[in-house]
């Protein structure tokens, strides 16, 4: 059963950079058919697909974050993070990682497993 | 913003059938399949219906998708005091590139 669970050092502070990582246990993240994505919800709210990252290296990103976002993976320690840099209150959100199952013939593509989430705060 | 829009909330008693709305355009669910997430309070969301119908094992048979054109729809019938959640849809934005979520509807059993 593939776990994930996301990591961090805690609140950021405005312009600083927010980073996380998340920590892909109990199979290889380099499996085929499957995408790495970093998802936000700030409390209250609805979910915010923020990008996402194959084991080859290839990214998609939200238009709407991109020049602010960076997610990179590393195989060989099985995990993947995020960065977002200049951030602001409006960063303040619960940030989940998501498996993504995907296969092109079918068309399924669907996050089939979460992490549990973790609160950052960006605040002076 | 959000490209899918979903109502707010919905409700009904135990047993009732209650269906939750979500309109795209033909850029996402027209050209995608949907999917369907429940998230309990306070935990994270898991898939609950997949490729517009499909149910991943262990999701109960009161919990259907279907899509027409540029809309699709969750239904739940039988309605449960467990059902009480935030249910979003989803599907990929081909002229975004990206991901896109539902506004997201919660679901109040009276």
């Known amino acids: 059963q593939v776990q994930l669970q996301e990591s961090g050092p805690g609140p950021v502070k405005p312009s600083q950079t927010l980073s996380l990582t998340c920590t892909v246990s109990g199979g290889s993240i380099s499996s085929g058919s499957y995408y790495w994505s970093w998802i936000r919800q700030p409390a209250g709210k609805g979910l915010e697909w923020i990008g996402r990252i194959y084991p080859s290296g290839s990214t998609n990103y939200n238009l709407s974050l991109k020049s602010r976002v960076t997610i990179s993976v590393d195989t060989s320690k099985n995990q993947f993070s995020l960065k977002v840099s200049s951030v602001t209150a409006a960063d303040t959100a619960v940030y989940y990682c998501a498996r993504s199952y995907y296969d092109f013939w079918s068309g399924y593509d669907y996050f089939d497993c979460w992490g549990q989430g973790t609160l950052v705060t960006v605040s002076s | 913003q959000s490209v899918l829009t979903q109502p707010p909330s919905a409700s009904g008693t135990p047993g009732q059938r209650v269906t939750i709305s979500c309109s795209g355009s033909?850029?996402?669910?027209?050209?995608?399949?949907v999917n369907w997430y429940q998230q309990l309070p306070g935990t994270a969301p898991k898939v609950l219906i997949y490729s517009n119908s499909q149910r991943p094992s262990g999701v109960p048979d009161r919990f259907s998708g279907s899509k027409s054109g540029t809309s699709a729809s969750l239904a739940i019938s039988g309605l449960q005091s467990e059902d009480e959640a935030d249910y979003y849809c989803?599907?990929?934005?081909?002229?975004?590139?990206?991901?896109?979520f539902g506004t997201g509807t919660k679901v109040t059993v009276l």
């Open positions: 989803a599907a990929w934005d081909d002229s975004l590139n990206g991901q896109v």
């Open positions: 033909s850029s996402n669910i027209a050209s995608n399949t």
